[in-house]
């Protein structure tokens, strides 16, 4: 029998404060062990919580991004369980009245986008690090990321496949880290998720049971984990056995899921009311003003490319990956096209050249130092054919890197790299280019094309590859008129 994958997400993201959830205590990953940690992270009896403004605001800043209705009134609850690593015996969460209701982010389904519904964003705490591999005998516990804030961001079981649950965290971590909630760091789990799988025979409206595979924070194992998930669930009904709702780990190692524990139900942990924390209210000011100070978003700004820069859509995914990127260009394109310079070119010479740059430097876009006008110039001398993009990339560009101020056409000058605009010259070297082939020319016209790259080649050669290329090609063809093949 057909079967279809169903899965549903729990995606944790880290927020990106200064201080804790609770209290003033550094929020920063790593760090010695237990350095993190004040009198709140370690419950101390007698301490009371104390609400960041910031993660407040960075969850409205999400759920408006997510199309999210912001709750005005939300309320947080103790989850109550026992585990070294929860000095308190209960995480602080959010229950009853999560602070985002709604919403959706789109993924590619075949040819269309699919979108994949969010029930709700919860703020909550995390709780701190079980290490198991430092020492022979003993866990240890590292409270530092103790109280660090949290969204735990809950899907509709809407995803179909693992390509989708992969786009979709794609997608939220260009997201977080674009809008600056969280630095999306998958390796160092500031971006998790808990995935939540059943499969159903292809066709039917029921949902079938499902597992929860807890703490994925790779993309790679998540396919895995999910691949391996779903051949377990089919092999189970096949054989007449039935799915029990539980929630399991994945082995990295072996490549498949084990059973953790049996699924705990809302009612095992107990949540009541946090009676430390008041409600937090947010008015229809704060929130239009969270709203005010947003970004334009990812897709907007990918779609602006395609639309006024012409851009295709590979183009514009790859610098949309980044903000940084994507403002870039946008500051590059906008003073380029006053000039003339296509949004092509400019997106080429930052994908290609710049931003390869930027990475092997450290540096941001922004922090090259030339200015967008020179790098304008310089681009116009390869929209106008005084130079070849290749000349221009491999010898201007480190010569304007290193000369930041000079215009580009002085150094293009200083290094003899303006081509030949002399067509009389250009049309006695295709001349005598094409008199010195004979034969190769006869099979151009008999239909083998592809010599116009040889043809080239030798033009080049002879004007020492100062010959403009379209100019070139042009007067090649005008000079043999190929007769099609029968
Ligand atoms: P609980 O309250 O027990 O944690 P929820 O209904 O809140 O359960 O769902 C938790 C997660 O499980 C959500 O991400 C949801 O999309 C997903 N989920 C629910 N039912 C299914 C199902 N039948 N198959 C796959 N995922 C599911
Ligand atoms: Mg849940």
């Known amino acids: 029998m057909a079967y279809e994958t169903v899965i549903g997400l729990e995606v944790h993201v880290q927020l990106a404060t200064q201080s804790k959830a609770f209290c003033r205590d550094s929020a920063a990953f790593g760090g010695a062990p237990n350095t993190h940690t004040g009198v709140i992270s370690l419950a101390h009896p007698g301490t009371l919580p104390r609400l960041n403004k910031t993660a407040v605001q960075y969850a409205v800043r999400l759920g408006l991004s997510l199309g999210c209705r912001i709750n005005r009134r939300s309320t947080f609850d103790r989850k109550n369980y026992f585990y070294a690593d929860l000095p308190k015996g209960f995480q602080t969460t959010q229950d009853a009245n999560p602070i985002c209701i709604g919403g959706s982010l789109q993924v590619k389904r075949g040819d269309a986008l699919a979108p994949i519904r969010l029930h709700h964003i919860h703020l909550e705490e995390d709780a701190g690090k079980s290490l198991h591999d430092q020492d022979p005998h003993d866990s240890l516990i590292d409270l530092n990321r103790a109280g660090v804030p949290l969204l735990e961001i809950v899907t509709e079981p809407d995803f179909r496949s693992a390509e989708e649950v992969s786009q979709f965290m794609e997608s939220m971590r260009r997201l977080v880290r674009w809008i600056g909630v969280s630095d999306g760091n998958?390796?160092?789990?500031s971006l998790r998720c808990d995935v939540n799988i059943s499969i159903r025979p292809e066709g039917s409206e029921t949902f079938g049971t499902r597992c929860e595979i807890k703490n994925m924070n790779s993309m790679r194992f998540a396919r895995r984990a999910i691949a391996y998930e779903v051949e377990r669930q089919i092999k189970v009904l096949e054989s007449g056995g039935r799915i029990e709702q539980e929630t399991r780990g994945f082995d990295p190692q072996s490549g498949e899921t084990y059973s953790l524990r049996e699924k705990e139900n809302a009612h095992d942990y107990r949540y009541f009311p946090e009676p430390?924390?008041?409600?937090v209210l947010l008015s229809e000011d704060y929130i239009a003003q969270v709203a005010h100070a947003l970004p334009e978003l990812p897709e907007a700004a990918q779609a602006r490319m395609q639309s006024m820069y012409e851009l295709n859509v590979q183009d514009a995914q790859t610098?949309?990956?980044?903000r940084s990127a994507a403002e870039y260009f946008f500051l590059l394109a906008e003073n380029a096209q006053?000039?003339?310079?296509?949004?092509?070119?400019?997106?080429?010479?930052?994908?290609?050249?710049?931003?390869?740059?930027?990475?092997?430097k450290h540096l941001q876009l922004s922090e090259s130092p030339v200015r967008v006008e020179n790098w304008t110039a310089m681009l116009t001398l390869i929209e106008k054919g005084a130079i070849s993009a290749s000349a221009c990339y491999q010898r201007l560009l480190p010569a304007l890197l290193d000369n930041p101020e000079t215009p580009p056409q002085t150094l293009a000058e200083q290094l003899n790299l303006l081509q030949d605009q002399d067509s009389d010259a250009l049309s006695s070297a295709v001349a005598a280019v094409l008199a010195k082939y004979p034969e190769k020319v006869a099979e151009y016209k008999k239909g083998k094309k592809g010599l116009i790259g040889f043809f080239m080649g030798e033009v080049m050669k002879a004007s020492k590859g100062k010959a403009n290329p379209q100019e070139a090609t042009k007067m090649i063809e005008a000079h043999i008129t190929p007769t099609p093949n029968p």
């Open 276 to 279: 430390d924390l008041p409600p």
């Open 338 to 360: 006053k000039a003339g310079v296509s949004g092509k070119l400019c997106a080429n010479f930052i994908i290609n050249q710049l931003l390869p740059w930027s990475a092997g």
């Open 186 to 189: 998958m390796e160092e789990g």
């Open 319 to 322: 610098l949309c990956n980044e």
